[in-house]
């Protein structure tokens, strides 16, 4: 694609030069070679911005299954068919790594928190991130051991955003509140805060999605990744409300990781 932009501009040069009547090229008065010129640098740009660098956005969207979640209002059911109602879903998403096929990758040093009612949270954008030859893209559920240790941050990591525990330093890795008539807990909710990167209770998870049949000539300006709450609740087995519905320390934290950890997928139907 870049190659493309060289002929361009060759035959933008071709176009710029007048021959008289000795086939010997005429001067070209010098704030058209400018005017020219910058028209030709502009397109290089843009065609090397676009397809040679670029950016590459993730979207992530939460589903139940092969419906949107819907806060507060809508009724799900588990495997064990227990209904539940979704009011809050959150989660840390950092370390994005892109590999691609000629063996390259790009990497993200950000630290996002994704949050089921702000659809803007659920768009990430990678500059400076290739399109084409993506093989596939991971990142941390959570945040890292360094930044655990940092105490309270700004950004995405401010305590202000509800996901800093006051009673322990660190990070809450992932939210999830609603409610249930099936749980045990006082006034039918349930809750998961889950978080802990020390040993042996570690819930930090690498999530890794391989893009099958992409080659190195594709186009990838977006990847949409499914969270399906739906598989959060199906594996390793039914989650069952009236057993657990209160997960807030490290008791029983490690289980719920490697449920959502599980929750991740590409959507190759919008691919």
């Known amino acids: 694609m870049c190659s493309n932009a060289w002929e361009i501009m060759f ?16 001067l070209v008065p010098v704030h058209l070679w400018m005017a020219r010129f910058a028209v030709i640098v502009t397109l290089l740009s843009f065609i090397f911005n676009t397809h040679c660098c670029g950016q590459v956005t993730v979207c992530l969207h939460s589903m139940v299954g092969a419906d949107s979640l819907v806060l507060d209002t809508a009724t799900y059911r588990n495997g064990l068919s227990q209904p539940y109602t979704v009011t809050m879903l959150r989660y ?131 990847i949409n990744i499914i969270a399906d709450i739906g598989k959060m609740m199906a594996k390793p087995a039914p989650l069952d409300f009236s057993k657990t519905s209160s997960v807030t320390d490290f008791h029983g934290a490690m289980p719920m990781a490697d449920r959502y950890y599980q929750m991740f997928y590409i959507d190759r139907d919008s691919r």
């Open 92 to 222: 840390y998403v950092s370390h994005l790594q892109i590999d691609y096929a000629d063996g390259d990758h790009f990497s993200d040093a950000g630290y996002y928190l994704v949050d089921a009612r702000e659809h803007g949270s659920e768009q990430i954008v990678l500059k400076g991130a290739r399109r084409t030859g993506i093989r596939q893209i991971s990142f941390l559920v959570g945040v890292d051991s360094l930044h655990n240790c940092s105490g309270a941050q700004s950004g995405a990591l401010d305590p202000i955003n509800g996901m800093f525990w006051t009673w322990n330093t660190g990070y809450i890795f992932f939210k999830m509140e609603g409610r249930s008539p099936s749980s045990s807990s006082r006034g039918g909710v349930f809750e998961f805060h889950i978080g802990g990167y020390k040993t042996p209770y570690n819930c930090l998870r690498t999530v890794h999605l391989n893009l099958e049949n992409n080659s190195p000539g594709k186009d990838a300006a977006t």
């Open 11 to 26: 035959l933008q040069l071709r176009k710029s030069s007048k021959t008289d009547s000795f086939g010997l090229s005429a």
